[in-house]
């Protein structure tokens, strides 16, 4: 097994030769894929592990990948896009433009979601959508706009829970085993590389959405990120959250409002 000081010792790594802040991380998780990574692989020991990250390029990618990596899917807790779908673009419309930040957007889906969401609500000709993510890779695969095919049937039951009504196949074409979603979609979206651990703003958005990501943090880290989105948020913007995170406790809760059961904040203030 790995101890903390070894933890310490591989984090360190990461940021001296190649500037990967995971110090803010919450431990218990990240130590948990570290863990499951060393065991995965087969290394007999610790300065194995150790000197494979340091010295061996794509490795280090593989390592990346494994502890960042986030379980998405596509409208994913389906009620929660029935609230975006009913209550929140519709008071967007009037909007020349409307820009869309998903930060930690993984390998994608949830950026398919929301594209599909905007155009259902006919504003996604005058919408742009941003996805950031930490990942290359899982940005590669998003930016592919390719999912497996055996995914499909729980996608459609979420679509049509979130109030979709059209054929959920009509967005894409299925080949081989897998599907590729309709490039009108994609051609509203914008993908790059953003770490949420050091990089600023870089646009004034009128929905942020950062789902599942925030729980990895520990509270000092979870309050700097809120306050990055704050900064990136316009007036009357809103802010979505995963269904296990909050702005309740922090310091920019009082200029925001819930907006009904949903972890979704509008910015009043």
């Known amino acids: 097994m790995i101890a903390e000081a070894e933890v310490d010792i591989l984090l360190n790594d990461l940021y001296e030769l190649y500037g990967y802040d995971f110090s803010n991380y919450s431990r218990a998780s990240l130590k948990r894929r570290i863990v499951r990574l060393w065991m995965l692989d087969k290394f007999p020991s610790f300065a194995e592990f150790r000197y494979r990250v340091k010295s061996d390029a794509d490795y280090l990618k593989r390592f990346v990948e494994e502890i960042t990596v986030t379980v998405t899917e596509m409208f994913r807790d389906p009620l929660f896009y029935r ?3 009913t209550e929140i673009l519709p008071t967007l419309t009037a909007k020349p433009f409307i820009r869309v930040w998903h930060a930690g957007c993984a390998t994608g889906e949830e950026v398919y979601s929301m594209a599909i969401l905007l155009k259902e609500s006919q504003i996604l000709h005058k919408s742009l959508l941003y996805a950031t993510d930490l990942n290359p890779t899982a940005l590669e695969k998003a930016r592919r706009g390719i999912f497996p095919l055996g995914s499909m049937k729980q996608y459609s039951e979420n679509y049509i829970e979130s109030g979709g009504i059209l054929d959920f196949s009509s967005y894409y074409t299925a080949q081989y085993g897998q599907v590729k979603f309709d490039e009108k979609l994609a051609e509203k979206m914008i993908f790059s590389t953003h770490n949420l651990v050091s990089d600023r703003s870089f646009n004034e958005f009128d929905l942020i959405m950062c789902r599942n990501v925030l729980i990895y943090f520990d509270k000092p880290l979870q309050d700097r990120v809120l306050s990055l989105f704050d900064e990136s948020l316009g007036q ?12 309740n406790f922090s310091t920019i809760k009082p200029n925001y409002k819930q907006q009904g059961k949903e972890k979704i904040w509008r910015k009043i203030a």
């Open 83 to 85: 609230c975006l779908r």
């Open 236 to 247: 009357l913007g809103y802010l979505a959250l995963g269904t296990k995170e909050t702005i």
